[in-house]
């Protein structure tokens, strides 16, 4: 009789993982998806302004100056300035850098829980799983905004505050969603192999289910990305989310939407289409990579 040994077979195993390369599908993407193609084009410059945008502005986003208030649009000031002097442009890029890293750091925590316990969920099944789903079924029961302004209103503001609040919401709807797929996966004979063999249920969990059910987290890893930046702006607008000076594009519209309408529209203007661009990148770059993932749709 031939021995395996435990490492060849969980060789074996992994070998199982459907596997997509990145380059391939960025040529998909690009090929098939114009639109997604445009939408993580979005995604790309916004990534740049985040990360340079000492370099690709000469003021200070939080300086204010009484000489400049509510300066038309020119080639000094390109997007006009705010009733405090401030350049909008400028503000408009350092937003960005907001955007970004309360986008990221929500999605990413709570896109990565939610995968964590929807596995769990539907590997153990029984009494966890019914537990589990009834606690997921209460906080999708509320909307997005109405859970995280509960959890602002008792932890405060602040944008540390507004990355938990955003993360609370997010991982129920991961979770129910890489259930479903999971529920598949675990009737899959390797599943099986894998517990014959002793392994933990801890490994079986993060090394032969999860990777199977990346496709499903990261369509909605992109999507969180998305509803993550309109929430902060949303909270922003109604003085829950990020506190001045710091530059936030909710922050942008809610001190100049409804004062400077008709007299200083770009205070308005730009901080609107910021927001609107960058939920449209993620989400047409979502829909996309989804097209790119799905067997089915890949096939056609």
């Known amino acids: 009789m031939t021995m395996v040994s435990e490492a060849q077979v969980e060789a074996d195993l992994e070998d ?19 639109l997604g193609a445009a939408g993580l084009l979005v995604v790309i410059l916004m990534i740049i ?14 300086a204010n100056s009484l000489e400049h208030m509510l300066v038309e649009p020119s080639w000094v000031f390109p997007m006009g300035t705010d009733q405090f002097g401030r ?28 995968l964590v316990l929807g596995v769990a969920s539907a590997y153990f ?24 302004l509960a959890v602002v209103s008792t932890l405060g503001t602040g944008t540390n505050n507004v990355i938990i609040a955003i993360t609370i919401p997010f991982i129920p709807q991961c979770a129910r969603v890489v259930r479903s797929s999971a529920l598949a996966i675990r009737e899959i004979p390797y599943v099986d192999a894998a517990r014959s063999l002793g392994f933990s249920h801890s490994r079986i969990i993060l090394r032969h289910m999860t990777p199977n059910v990346m496709a499903p987290f ?8 998305g509803q993550a930046i309109l929430l902060e702006a949303s ?4 003085g829950m989310g990020v506190q001045e000076p710091t530059p ?52 056609r």
Not at 88 to 110: D, E, H, K, N
Not at 218 to 225: A, D, G, R, V
Not at 235 to 238: C, D, E, I, V
Request: no cysteine; hydrophobic share 55%; net charge negative.
């Open 16 to 34: 199982l993982t459907p596997k997509v390369p990145l380059l391939q599908a960025t040529l998909q993407l690009i090929k098939r998806q114009p």
């Open 49 to 62: 302004m985040a990360i340079f945008a000492n370099v690709l502005t000469a003021y200070d986003p939080e």
């Open 87 to 114: 350049d909008v442009l400028t503000r408009i890029i350092y937003g960005a850098r907001t955007a970004l890293w309360v986008g990221f750091v929500a999605a990413t925590v709570g896109a990565s829980v939610g």
């Open 125 to 148: 099944g029984g009494g966890f799983d019914l537990i589990m789903q009834r606690v997921m079924d209460v906080f999708m029961a509320f909307p997005l905004i109405i859970i995280a």
């Open 218 to 225: 990261l369509i909605m890893f992109t999507s969180f990305l």
């Open 235 to 238: 909270l922003s607008y109604l």
């Open 248 to 299: 936030a594009w909710g922050l942008m519209l809610q001190g100049g939407a409804e004062e400077y309408a008709e007299s200083a529209p770009w205070v308005a203007i730009w901080p609107g289409v910021a927001i609107s661009l960058a939920v449209f990148g993620f989400n047409l770059f979502g829909d996309a990579l989804r097209d790119v993932l799905d067997p089915k749709l890949r096939s």
